[in-house]
């Protein structure tokens, strides 16, 4: 029997991506439930889906923000069974904190963390009740690292200036590897996909709502750096590393095929590594320092290090297992 597969946020980017890999599958292995909180925006998905559409793929609405959502959308899928659940819905946030509100941060947890645990509460019992399931969610690496050269366990790091959105992938980590002790005893898995950045709307989109905020209350140092440093850097950072969504979905559809699924799954293997220094100094400081450093006095050695890793992007084969 095919695999009810409940991918969130399918509208766009890694989700529409990862909707149309696995409908299209060669050996009809799944049946996909591809969700999105605005089924106005179903067009470009339907469109890729072409024959699948009502075959191995459905669409549904699915805000994972809301219960009645959750519930709804459940109800509508045969014997409310779902074997894979994908938490990919995601909103990212740029910006110094002191002119970003709490009601804006509250709403990236919202999203990207009780978003992610309100979908398990829902799928949970009836995984456990038929002793099987997987659970993705796409997490983020955030930082700069390269685990297949620095040959050591990956370890998110912070970004500068995106400390929200950062602590909210921090804390689906620390949730799901949590969770993953207690399933096991279920056979239910759970994998966290790690992507460096990848180049979908998500970034447009927050450099245009950062285009248009003011930040109210942030001193002219802050916005400086932020603006005048951080932006460029970022922008050449995707640039030079951005991976494409369906490089990612291609590592997400290897994840949910494998029989014994991986606990972390980066996506990206030419990402290369600030992480070394975190690693090397567990408690931290080389790292922060290093970051530090890069960004605030020596901008010039940050570029030249974007460029490097452009250039090995072209010499390095991606391996994502
Ligand atoms: P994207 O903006 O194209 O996709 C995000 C999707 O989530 C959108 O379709 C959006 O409508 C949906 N969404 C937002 N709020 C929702 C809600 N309340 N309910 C349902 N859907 C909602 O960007 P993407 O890059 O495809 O992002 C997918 C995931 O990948 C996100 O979790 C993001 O954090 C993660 N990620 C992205 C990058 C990157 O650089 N793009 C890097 C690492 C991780």
Redesign the pocket.
Known sequence: FPRTVLI??????????LAMQLAHDSRQRYQVVA????LG?KGTLEAAAGEALGQTLTVAQ?????DE?VAQCLSCIRGGEVDVLV??????LMGPLEGLSLTTMQNVF???FF?AVRLVKAVLPGMKRRRQGHIVV?????GLQDPQRVCLPPILSGVVFNDV?AAS?FALEGFFESLAIQLLQFNIFISLV??????????G?LLEQVSMAEFPGTDPDTLHYFRDLYLPASRKL?RSV?QS?QD?AQVIVKVISSARPPLRQQTNARYYPLMALKAADPSGSLYVRNAHRLLFRWPRLLSLVLRCLACSCLRTRVQPW
């Not at 796409?138 to 955030?142: A, K, L, N, R, T």
């Open positions: 969130s946020g399918c509208s766009s980017g890694i989700g529409l991506e969700t999105m909180r605005d925006k699915l805000d994972v923000c809301s959502s938490n990919n819905a995601g909103v990212g919202d999203t990207n978003g796409v997490s983020s690496v955030m959105y992938k790690e992507p460096g950045p990848v180049t979908t709307d998500f970034e989109k995707f951005g969504p990612v």
